[in-house]
């Protein structure tokens, strides 16, 4: 059984879609026996960085997520909140990971928004994703490259696509979205 975190924050439908069409059983919960009983916990994030940030303080998620132990996979919002400070709203992560998460300069486009290339991949959930595989971005703020950096996106400037620490995975990205891609990504993380 697969948790999808639920704390007000979007795109849990779109996760537990993309689960459906592996054939993977999940739930969307914020039952505590719940999440600490799943094989494995999704942790997505569609939203503005502090508020999400107060939904999860609210339940004591912020506290739980850190202590899993099962493969914990963040995206998108979800990645930078299991970072530490993040410009948005000043806002403090659960510092899971030991990054912080900066606003984009207004030098193009800001969101970042739509299909771009991924690279340096090293990582068990890139098993069979090619260099240079394209996957779908949101976003207005970044983690910065680190030693728990697992791919490289370059927009503006390089920025980590993806983490791993121990059993946490994260992507920047949404491979919910990502198209055949982003399958063989949640595929290989519930494989784990």
């Known amino acids: 059984m697969i948790a999808i975190i639920k704390y007000n924050g979007g795109n849990v439908n779109s ?33 503005e960085a502090s508020s999400t940030m107060r939904n999860l303080q609210v339940k004591g998620l912020d506290q739980l997520i850190p202590d899993l132990k099962q493969p914990v996979l963040g995206i998108c919002l979800g990645m930078q909140l299991m970072c530490g400070n993040n410009e948005e709203g000043n806002t403090k992560g659960m510092g899971i990971f030991d990054i912080n998460v900066k606003k984009f300069p207004a030098r193009d486009l800001v969101p970042h928004m739509g299909w ?14 090619e260099q240079g595989s394209d996957v779908y971005f949101v976003h207005s703020f970044y983690c910065e490259l680190s030693r728990n950096t697992t791919s490289v996106c370059d927009y503006i400037l390089p920025f980590s696509a993806s983490l791993q620490k121990d059993n946490f995975f994260a992507m920047q990205f949404h491979p919910e979205k990502s198209g055949a891609t982003g399958s063989l990504l949640l595929n290989n993380f519930l494989k784990l």
Request: glycine fraction near 6%.
């Open 116 to 129: 771009n290339t991924i690279t340096s991949l090293d990582s068990p959930v890139f098993l069979g994703v």
């Open 15 to 47: 996760v537990q879609n993309a689960l459906n069409r592996l054939n993977a059983e999940s739930v969307i919960t914020d039952d505590f026996e719940i999440i600490k009983k799943a094989d494995k916990v999704i942790f997505p994030g569609v939203g």
